[in-house]
């Protein structure tokens, strides 16, 4: 059974950096993608960044693109999602998704439906 422990939200200025990262555990992590979604209050999940099995491909949505990456250590079997320049439109609870599948940067990756597995989600907020 995979679970997804996303871990290191809080609370930071507008302009400043967090890291976030999401331990996997169960079997396949390196033949698996992973996606980025946040959520803030009354509005819908969205897609934030995808990263494929390898690290070799990744996908922005274009309000993050430049300042946040996307990156991961299959040895550790975790992902990360830096995020640099913050503004407080990024407040929102972040969560991580995981898909078994190998390949580049696929047409679904910004779909939330098409991922099998999710974090409980890590609140990021940022003031102004």
């Known amino acids: 059974q995979v679970q997804l422990v996303e871990s290191g939200g809080g609370l930071v200025q507008a302009g400043g950096s967090l890291r976030i990262s999401c331990e996997y555990s169960g079997r396949g992590f390196g033949a698996t993608a992973m996606g980025w979604f946040r959520q803030a209050p009354g509005k819908e999940r969205e897609f934030v960044a995808f990263i494929n099995w390898s690290g070799g491909s990744t996908d922005y949505a274009n309000a993050v693109k430049g300042r946040f990456t996307s990156s991961r250590d299959n040895a550790k079997n975790t992902a990360y999602l830096q995020m640099n320049s913050l503004k407080p439109e990024d407040t929102a609870k972040y969560y991580c998704?995981?898909?078994?599948?190998?390949?580049?940067?696929?047409?679904?990756?910004?779909?939330?439906?098409?991922?099998?597995?999710w974090g409980q989600g890590t609140q990021v907020t940022v003031s102004s």
């Open positions: 998704a995981a898909k078994q599948t190998l390949g580049g940067r696929p047409t679904w990756a910004s779909r939330p439906d098409a991922y099998s597995y």
